[in-house]
């Protein structure tokens, strides 16, 4: 199965999940070869579990049988060996600006790509289930397979609302936020074809996530999305088959789009006290596990808002090592540090920049660490 010598990268994963569909469409891109493998609970038990430690996909093996997890990951390993049309800007704002869209499809808007496929499970459960069941166990027949998704979706509906904080009084506040973020982005992709121009980003493959795998494909949302945001469903397909891709370049004179401005607001405005909240908890967590490195998935709880709304969600480090990447860019500018700043008000962003976790994270054979 993935014993025998590579030839080409293996891409581990499934059309159903989230990171995957950010991963292939890079490759797709990139006009990387590769092939792909279905994570079924076979190649789990085979593949990931032994190569990982852990049950997450997807999962990259490269032509020399190196495994890669992690998206972000993967994709920094990929652009040292493919750097042409790098989906990361050279000018210090745009890419501090794709890196901090990147921390926000991956971390954040996966809440409201979950509340749309399990909350409307009228709509969505048939197609869930037998997406999980094909995936789990391909070889059995449809019949068979509903029932085997059963499994994992009953798992997965029911885990993902306290680890978001998704309560009866959020709901109508993730369908207000992401609809105003619908409308945002429908006006940006009608005037350009990525986020930063007529390149895709970082940022874009952030995105690409929670707009592919749930928001696209799960019947509920794509119906939403084909009514009120045809652009950004073009977009979508852009990025993740390649249609009418562009190999352009990001915008000239590292111009931030304006229609971008109300995006990453909104970003500032849900995401950052979360991240900023994170970067305390994380340093009170090491002064009293001062003898550990490796950190847990959830290190507590703490309020959020949207909308005016509010309820409890996990605390995660990984979404602070994800920020970390943009504060480094921050942090390491040195004439450019005042276009920063600028760019920063500009979005409403300058408190969580200034108030930064003193605990520098890592991610390393496939786990978080104090680094």
Not at 119 to 125: E, T, W
Not at 235 to 259: C, H, K
Not at 303 to 331: C, D, H
Request: hydrophobic share 35%; net charge neutral.
């Amino acid at each position: 199965m993935t014993n025998q010598p590579l030839h080409r990268f293996q891409l581990i994963g499934t059309e159903s999940s989230l990171f995957t569909g950010k991963v292939r469409g890079y490759l797709r891109y990139k006009k990387i070869p590769f092939t792909e493998q279905i994570s079924s609970l076979q190649v789990y038990r085979k593949v990931i579990v032994p190569r990982t430690g852990k049950q997450m996909i997807p999962v990259l093996l490269t032509p020399d049988d190196e495994c890669i997890q992690d998206t972000t990951c993967i994709i920094d390993h990929l652009e040292k060996d493919y750097p042409e049309h790098s989906v990361y800007p050279e000018t210090p704002k745009q890419r501090l600006a794709s890196i901090l869209l990147e921390c926000y499809g991956d971390e954040w808007l996966v809440m409201p790509a979950m509340h749309y496929r399990w909350q409307f499970k009228r709509y969505n459960l048939p197609f869930i289930l037998k997406e999980f069941g094909q995936t789990a166990m391909p070889q059995l027949p449809g019949p068979l397979q509903y029932v085997i998704g059963s499994i994992p979706a009953f798992a997965f509906g029911g885990r993902y609302k306290p680890y978001f904080g998704v309560t009866k009084n959020m709901e109508s506040a993730i369908e207000s936020s992401y609809e105003s973020l619908l409308a945002d982005l429908e006006t940006h992709f009608s005037q350009y074809p990525y986020l930063l121009g007529n390149r895709p980003s970082i940022g874009d493959y952030g995105f690409l996530g929670p707009f592919y795998a749930h928001l696209y494909r799960d019947p509920y949302p794509k119906k939403l999305m084909q009514q009120k945001a045809p652009n950004v469903l073009k977009w979508v397909e852009r990025m993740q088959f390649s249609t009418d891709a562009r190999y352009g370049d990001f915008l000239d004179n590292d111009e931030i789009p304006e229609t971008l401005l109300p995006i990453l607001q909104r970003m500032t405005r849900e995401q950052f006290p979360v991240l900023e909240d994170t970067g305390i908890r994380l340093d009170k967590w090491t002064l009293t596990h001062p003898e550990k490195r490796q950190i847990k998935r959830i290190i507590g709880s703490h309020t959020f808002s949207i909308e005016g709304e509010s309820s409890t969600r996990a605390v995660t480090p990984f979404s602070y090592w994800m920020f970390q990447r943009a504060l480094k860019i921050y942090n390491d500018a040195t004439t450019e540090k005042n276009n920063l700043d600028g760019f920063l008000k500009d979005i409403q962003g300058e408190s969580a920049f200034l108030n930064q976790s003193k605990t520098v994270l890592e991610y390393t054979k496939y786990r978080l660490n104090v680094a």
